[in-house]
């Protein structure tokens, strides 16, 4: 098993960046792809960006593509979401996503171990 803390999130004003964090715990941190989710209110959780184990293969919503950026530090257990230019639709709770894959997913249903979330809040 595998527990994930995100952190990282807060209110920015649109054109502004953030950095996500999420921690990592328990199982061998190298196993797992990791994915980055997120759900506005009233909307379905939607995929953000995914990464797999060594960090060589990522993976991108076109909604986000060329502004979000994700990597892992597999020493420090740890994968990122930077966020550049963002807009207000980018307004979500934010989370992350683990599980064994060979390579990143995009669908929510194939990670099975979740964060608790973290707010960003994008202002116009």
């Known amino acids: 098993q595998v527990q994930l803390v995100e952190s990282g999130g807060g209110l920015v004003q649109a054109g502004g960046s953030l950095r996500l964090s999420c921690a990592a715990s328990?199982?061998?941190?190298?196993?797992?792809?990791m994915g980055w989710f997120r759900q506005a209110p009233g909307k379905e959780r939607e995929f953000v960006a995914a990464?797999?184990?060594?960090?060589?293969?990522?993976y991108y919503a076109d909604s986000v593509k060329g502004r979000f950026t994700i990597s892992r530090d597999n020493a420090k257990n740890t994968v990122y979401l930077q966020m550049n230019s963002l807009k207000p639709e980018d307004t979500a709770v934010y989370y992350c996503?683990?599980?064994?894959?060979?390579?990143?997913?995009?669908?929510?249903?194939?990670?099975?171990?979740w964060g608790q979330g973290t707010q960003v809040t994008v202002s116009s």
């Open positions: 328990g199982r061998t941190f190298s196993d797992y792809a």
């Open positions: 996503a683990a599980d064994l894959l060979t390579v990143p997913k995009s669908g929510k249903n194939e990670y099975h171990h």
């Open positions: 990464i797999n184990w060594s960090g060589g293969t990522t």
